[in-house]
């Protein structure tokens, strides 16, 4: 069951990526053909796109450790026995469950929270921050989800 539903959720994610790296290259394209073509360069381009890479690297990021294909040096835990291999995959899952929930988790609601408070919106587009800062709390859940997940398929 939990696998169908990391399965899903995969593939919404991936979407959701398609998309916002799908709407940050026409955001480019349209500053650039402005500036050029146009000589009338658009106001909110440049911002759009810097919030779409922000959701893009962060929320990619979240993906990327469900695929388990984030970056790891395996080096010597490929040279030690499988159940030492089990062990550490464990222990640093736990670790890694517990960085995210400090940073992410903790540190991403804060960060919308304060953001939220002040009332800060962004210069051009004029949305709040807090929704720009949104996606680090929400990938922090996808990765604890993926996390756990993985963990509970080791048990089996």
């Not at 810097?50 to 990619?60: A, E, P």
Request: overall charge positive.
């Amino acid at each position: 069951m939990i696998n169908n539903l990391r399965k899903r959720l995969d593939n919404l994610v991936s979407w959701i990526l398609i998309i916002i790296m799908f709407l940050m290259v026409l955001t480019v394209l349209w500053q650039v053909f402005t500036r050029y073509v146009l000589e009338n360069p658009s106001s909110y381009t440049e911002e759009l796109a810097r919030y779409l890479m922000i959701w893009v690297g962060v929320l990619g990021a979240a993906y990327v450790s469900g695929q388990n294909s984030h970056i790891s040096i395996d080096y010597f835990i490929n040279k030690s026995s499988d159940n030492t291999q089990l062990m550490i995959k464990k222990i640093i899952i736990y670790i890694i469950i517990f960085f995210v929930f400090c940073a992410f988790i903790l540190g991403g609601l804060r960060l919308v929270y304060i953001t939220y408070l002040l009332g800060q919106f962004s210069p051009a587009l004029q949305i709040p921050l807090s929704l720009v800062y949104f996606v680090v709390p929400v990938s922090g859940l996808l990765i604890i989800f993926y996390k756990v997940s993985d963990l509970i398929n080791y048990c089996k």
